[in-house]
């Protein structure tokens, strides 16, 4: 079996850390040497680690921006 491996290519944003360090971050990442996607998950402070998240095209995220910039979010 292959190892598990990923990149960070490019970081967007960060939102605030919770109480151990780690923080929701909007990375492009490449999985298992594939070309990178938009990335949404939780990241240990090192980003060696992560936890369950997202990956989105270039398309799906440009329509989750139009999805949210139509919400009153209050």
Same mark, same amino acid.
């Given at each position: 079996m292959a190892d598990f491996t990923f990149e960070i290519t490019e970081t967007f944003g960060k939102l605030p850390e919770n109480s151990n360090g780690w923080a929701k971050a909007l990375n492009k990442?490449?999985? #298992?040497?594939? $070309?990178p996607k938009y990335d949404l998950r939780e990241w240990s402070p090192d980003s060696s680690? #992560?936890?369950?998240?997202?990956?989105?095209?270039? $398309?799906?995220?440009m329509a989750l921006r139009d999805i949210?910039?139509? #919400?009153?979010i209050k």
């Amino acid at each position: 079996m292959a190892d598990f491996t990923f990149e960070i290519t490019e970081t967007f944003g960060k939102l605030p850390e919770n109480s151990n360090g780690w923080a929701k971050a909007l990375n492009k990442v490449s999985w #298992m040497g594939r $070309e990178p996607k938009y990335d949404l998950r939780e990241w240990s402070p090192d980003s060696s680690k #992560m936890n369950k998240g997202i990956s989105f095209t270039a $398309e799906e995220l440009m329509a989750l921006r139009d999805i949210l910039n139509k #919400m009153d979010i209050k």
